[in-house]
């Protein structure tokens, strides 16, 4: 089920908040109903992928189970190895055995396995909390409560990457509680910010991305102003998208009386790409530096070791993305950018700000070129153009609605951003209330009008 | 992370008491209030229960406006198809065919559109009098279910309009039904005026005095100047085995369709006349599955009684002339006028004309 679906919003969502109020007094009813509504949400998809979410979530927490009972290391190292397991069949079989036979010039053909929707989010999830386990940070949960951990709806599909500890304590709290009328309205508010980046900006930001890189991928040569707007348009439509998401499952999760890490920060405005990672799909950057980054050794073991790390965590963290040489590429670009900029953030002489910040963006916005092409030769036919290797003609066809690009801009680059504006700007003055109810009302008959779209980071 | 508990610090409760009863005030009366408008309104005219009053067509989207003209009982003719027939007027239709017309084509339909449409009539009208039935290649693709629809239609095909159950049209709740539910209500009461004809006929592309020769030839050869179009030489020989295994799973759906009629409705296969330079290559492979298509589409209309065929997809002096075209599949008003002339023509003599063979 989509977030941006009139069902999910007109049946799923009234419904299952209505019953969690209704059931608010017992933690156990409250807390079977969503894990319900979470399989239900889950399942609408694809009936097929409840057994192996179903089945991940009791075998993780039988491992952590065991590891406490006997406080025995391989656990742990089991339970992670199954995780990589279950991933490395649904998500990379089919790349590493084509790549296996390209090198011993053997024939491969793709095996038919389906990605189950969300599995890098709830797989990675799990890793963390064995890790966290046997590091001593984290307890032994009761069964219902680490099933809604993984669960949970809003979360579940694409993030933000929830720590147990961030919210498990949280399912204890009763959702009546002091400011449930401020929470419910502020989360509404984050939902209306989401759906309104995903259904206003993203989408029609992908009507303009999408055809010319369709055509940059059937071989046609863009021509240099087409690059710069297909690349343009995309940075947007991807920021505009998962932003949007991570809002939406904030929001979702407010109304439910819980607190979501951020995920988003304003990420073009930062005038480096150490900085871009630290406003940018915040709660991934934050679990390959805990979970990959440190472990390798960090910046405790000096300069070349620290680059090491950084690279390796960032190849990781582009194959994460996909099963596919461009987000390798591209995670090894990323990551060679922050040695970089590690080396220069040593030296006493900085750029002026708006320079890094070009620096910054033209880095980045190259670099999603790569992550959205459908190839390393599209990738690098686009990137031609862009550097003027095919002219330099401002001719753009069929594109009527380029400006809305530099429309896009504004919000991208001037803000506010969208926990600003559902925490500080809004007031509990009551000519919001209408507005914000007519705006949804708005967005939902839109909805209906079947314009609704998958997210992007749906895929990984 | 926001905390919880802060929210609550900086913030007096009452106020946004006031402020989540006004939200959820206000969700409720738009979302609840929209529904009930609809309902009330009824913009397609096809709910059991909405207030008794003539509704129009208020939208050129004919997915949705057309099932209820085909249940209107004061029509006993139709003429089924795609965009290819909808600028042949039933009121000159009337004229020279007699019986009362309506227009029931459906932009880029499928044939499976086309028999829900078809079907709609048939279950109302017992006993038609004429159905013509304009036959473009939608009827020869392999893929005969597949709901090919156009992306300005915005809209998936409304399939739930075209049963006889009027208690499952109350379900979509969209911007799209509210905008036509506007729209009716305005013409119920007076104050909006619609330009789709309450017999299904609009005229959808420009005014003739908008046309440019350039432009028609630019949407038919994809040039600026006329192109020829070359027969295949020598013309490919195809085994009889070959032309036998061809498959046109749509045919038999008309078929089934032609079923539905009397023996006493004459019924009309209308071949359409695209601009000859779409048409495939004589001596083409391409040409002999046409033909094959044409010749099976036949076969089913003669195992039918009162069945006339006219295949205006030929080589003619209406499908050759560049002026008659606004692209390769849209000829304009004034041809569309010629050929319901030269269909009342076929329909009604055994004359021969050089525009049409017969089957």
Redesign the interface.
Known sequence: MLFNS?AFL?LFLPITVALYYLFSRSPRVRICLLICASLVFYGYWDIRFIPLLLGSVVFNWLFASLYRKRDQRRFVILGVALNLLVIGIFKYANFFAENLAFLVDGEFESWNIILPLGISFFTFQQISYLVDLHRGVAPIYPPSRYFLYVTFFPQLIAGPIVRHN?ILG?FE?DPCR??A??????G?TLLLIGLTKKVVIADRLAEIATPLFDRAANGEILTFAESWLAAGAYSLQLYFDFSGYSDMAIGLALLF??????NFNAPYLATSIREFWRRWHMTLSRFLRDYVYVPLGGSRRGRMREAIALQITFLLGGLWHGAAWTFVLWGGLHGIAVVVNHLFARFPVHLPQAIAWLLTMTFVVFGWVLFRADSIATAHAITASMVALNGLSLEVFDQPHRWFVALALIPALVGPTS?RLA?DVL????V???L???C???L????????YSEFIYFQF | ?????S??IF???H??????R??AF??IT??LG?YVFILVVDPYDSLPLSIPAARVPVDDQQRFFHPALARKPYFDSAIIGTSNIRLLEPRRLNEVLGGSFVNLGLDAASAYEQSRIFGVFARHHANARTVIFGIDFTWCAKQFFVKFIPPRS???FPTWMYDEDSYNDVL???????RHAWRQFLHLIGVGSYQFGLDGYTVFTNPMDEYDIAKARRNIYKSEQPLEKAPVDPPVVVAPETIAALEFPAIELLSNMLDQLSDETVKVAFFVPYHYYFQPAPGSFEAVKWNECKRRIAETFKAHDNARMLDFMIHSSITTRDENYWDHKHYTVPVASQLVDLIAMGVLTDEENASFRRW
């Open positions: 009139q007109l961030e949280q709290l002091d400011g009328h401020e929470r419910l309205s502020r509404a009386g819980f607190a979501l890490p951020i926990q925490f007031k509990s003055r009551p919001w209330a209408p914000i109810a007519t949804l009302w708005i939902y008959l839109r909805l209906g009008d079947d314009v | 992370m926001m905390s919880t508990r929210l609550s913030s007096s409760r106020s946004w008491l006031s402020f989540f006004l939200l206000s969700l738009l979302f929209g915005a809209g998936d979509p709740y969209n911007g799209r039904v509210l």
